[in-house]
């Protein structure tokens, strides 16, 4: 039973959250600064084959348990080069989902390939197998997957879509370090995954990010597109010789030294990030109104973000959604919650609505015998869920138990309230 309790912060009452108890990301230890520091003292700040950025591909590849890795400067650039290396050609469509960061998907634009959206699961946020396969086409070359929040797709039902079709599978881990879906981690189930190291992530670098892959003619491809077309020859040397198109992804050594700093935490920050969103779930059960994370017992969540949802209509208010949740929204940032983005609806972003990529309709008039249309409308479940959604940030170290009781103190606050709130 949920009683009111003091006034709304939105209203002029006190947060529930005292101000500046909300510890920012990433966390900076003296060690992180002493790995940045050791690249400036040794002097060797960039190049394929440099030590920290050669070691963190080392890493990172037997982490994840894949063959290769390259280590890029941003997920962005990851996805890019996945993309390239998954075969896709331009004028190929790859089915991708309707809701994420908008890179997902203009990643495959880069390449002159055609992004094609199917809805998702709404019990996960994550690509639906079904969805995936009504939107097959002749074209279809591969299918891009988001593990979204940090919580794996249903890989086994995106795998046998693409087995049935002869597609590659791209996996987008930009937001999942360290999940696992059936005991095996994230970017190495599919053909090719690609990783942020971006500040924000869970494993941080300033700016970065990774391609993995087991396949040496994907790793190859991916090379080119990295490094100026050039190909990647064993014994290290160069040709300097371009055999397609390429660009420069590399990483900086700071932010390689960096990440890798970071990585030796990374198991204790998940573990961390975990606990306190253990925490939200126990507290938080039961809300009328708050739907909770759903995890299936096959995979786990890193958390990302946690990711609620409100839903109006289980508490009798006849509202519209969308307006609903941002007044819902605002009530908990006024508490001092901290609250991130909600993800897009990309087929709403101009980019789709106008298909004007690089101009003069390209890459959609050219080389692309489709005619594939973008209507918001079409993906309900997505839509649906961008527009509620409550996504809690702040469950980072070194925030505890006590940020995350007062998290709840004020989730209960304002979802005690709700006919104050939602107007
Ligand atoms: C799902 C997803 N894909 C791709 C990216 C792009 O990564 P980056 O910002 O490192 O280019 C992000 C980063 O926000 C992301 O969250």
């Not at 095996?184 to 599919?190: L, P």
């Not at 970065?208 to 597109?225: F, K, P, S």
């Not at 009781?405 to 309230?417: D, E, H, L, N, S």
């Amino acid at each position: 039973m949920l009683k009111v309790q003091e006034e709304l912060a939105v209203l002029g009452g006190p947060p529930a959250v005292t101000a500046g108890s909300v510890s920012g990301w990433p966390r900076i230890t003296t060690a992180d600064k002493e790995a940045v520091m050791g690249v400036l003292e040794r002097g060797v700040l960039w190049g394929a084959a440099a030590p920290e950025g050669a070691a963190l591909q080392d890493e990172w590849k037997d982490y994840v348990g894949a063959k290769h890795c390259l280590v890029t400067n941003s997920g962005t650039a990851a996805l890019h080069m996945a993309v390239a290396a998954a075969g896709v050609q331009p004028g190929d469509e790859v089915i991708t989902t309707p809701m994420s960061w908008s890179s997902t998907a203009t990643s495959i634009l880069h390449h002159n390939a055609i992004p094609a959206f199917a809805d998702i699961d709404p019990t996960t946020y994550t690509l639906d197998p079904e969805e995936v396969e009504k939107k097959i086409t002749p074209r279809t070359r591969a299918i891009l997957p988001v593990h979204l929040y940090g919580l794996p797709a249903d890989m086994d039902g995106i795998m046998a879509v693409a087995a049935k079709h002869g597609l590659n599978v791209i996996e987008d881990c930009c937001q999942a370090h360290a999940a696992t879906y059936k005991g095996r981690a994230v970017g190495a189930i599919g053909h090719v995954g690609a990783y942020s190291f971006n500040g924000n992530k869970n494993l941080p670098g300033g700016e970065g990010g990774a391609l993995v892959t087991d396949d040496d003619e994907a790793w190859d491809m991916a090379a080119r597109v990295q490094q100026f077309g050039e190909r990647r020859r064993s014994d290290g040397e160069r040709e300097y010789n371009v055999y397609g198109m390429g660009w420069m992804y590399r990483a900086t050594e700071m932010s390689n030294a960096f990440v890798r700093s970071q990585f030796t935490r990374l198991a204790e920050t998940t573990a961390h990030i975990q606990a306190n969103a253990a925490y939200l779930h126990e507290h938080l059960a039961g809300i009328p109104g708050l739907r909770l994370p759903h995890v299936p017992t096959d995979r786990t969540h890193v958390y990302f973000r946690f990711v609620a949802e409100f839903a109006p209509e289980e508490v009798g208010l006849d509202v519209e959604p969308a307006a609903a949740s941002e007044q819902v929204r605002e009530a908990l940032r006024a508490e001092g919650v901290g609250l991130g983005r909600a993800e897009f609806l990309l087929p709403r972003m101009t980019l789709f609505q106008e298909k004007q990529g690089y101009g003069r309709g390209c890459p959609w008039e050219c080389r692309y015998g489709g005619d594939i249309t973008y209507r918001p409308e079409d993906y309900p479940h997505a839509a649906k869920a961008v527009d509620r959604v409550i996504p809690l940030m702040g469950l980072t170290p070194p925030n505890n138990e006590t940020l995350m009781a007062a998290y709840v103190r004020a989730i209960k606050k304002v979802f005690g309230q709700l006919e104050r709130v939602v107007t």
